[in-house]
């Protein structure tokens, strides 16, 4: 069976585990390789498990522990060519990836990683290169778009064809108005390579989700321009609106910034 845990979700880190009884992809890598290895433990998993790791951008937030996580468990890295350039290049990363555990990958070619065949696709961001990543297992879909700058055609697609789908829900608009970030960094946030306001990730979902979409998990809210209720009750008005009930339709949570979250089965 196919199980998924979030270990953060946010600026403050995030990771996410995606796993059978045999295998396992790790995605992004925003929190400590001490931090990683505690909750696998209070998990009663082994890291071992993690067979390969997935990369969607080369922010801080993503890949600060990529490195020393790789290199301490030998782990291979997959990512695009400017991310790992970007890996390479940002001081935060203080362990780099070393090169004979990078691996390239290219966007909208599928690859076949141990039990799972991995799509990635552009997402826009701010950063060097972002991808979400489209997994299939035995039938299964399991979806991830994180740093949404705006929802493209492709990641549409994706939307309507997947089972369990994380996506981001980063801001509500009006508390980021309001709020504490200077006008340069709200701009950057509302902009076409931003990140994805609770309004618009739920009509993202309300305009292209299927009967085939079992789960959504909001992701990496924030802490200044968010709160988890407020997240999820604008997505539920806005799907209300087209009337699609969550718990009828599909399943709604909401991940934790910096706490992990359940052990969630996708059947």
Known sequence: MLKFIS????????????????????????ISLRMLKRYFQEYGLKTNLIHQILVTHDHADHVKSVGAISTELNIPVYATQAVHKGIENNYCV??????????????????????????PFFIPHDSCDNVGYFIEYQGVSFCLMTDVGHVTDEMKKYIADTNYLVL??????????????????????LSENGHLSNKDCAIALAENATQKLVHVWLCHLSEENNHPELARKTVEFVLNSYGISTGRDFMLDVLKRKTPSDIFELK
């Open 168 to 189: 981001e829900a980063n801001h509500d608009e009006e508390m980021l108005s309001n709020g504490p970030y200077p006008q340069y960094l709200k701009e950057r946030v």
């Open 94 to 119: 203080r362990r780099k990836v070393m090169p004979i555990n990078a691996h390239f990958i290219n966007k909208g070619e599928c690859l076949v990683l141990g039990e799972f065949h991995v799509t």
């Open 7 to 30: 270990f953060g979700s946010g600026s403050s880190g995030n990771c996410y585990f995606l796993f059978t009884e045999t295998d396992g992809l790790l995605i992004d890598s925003g």
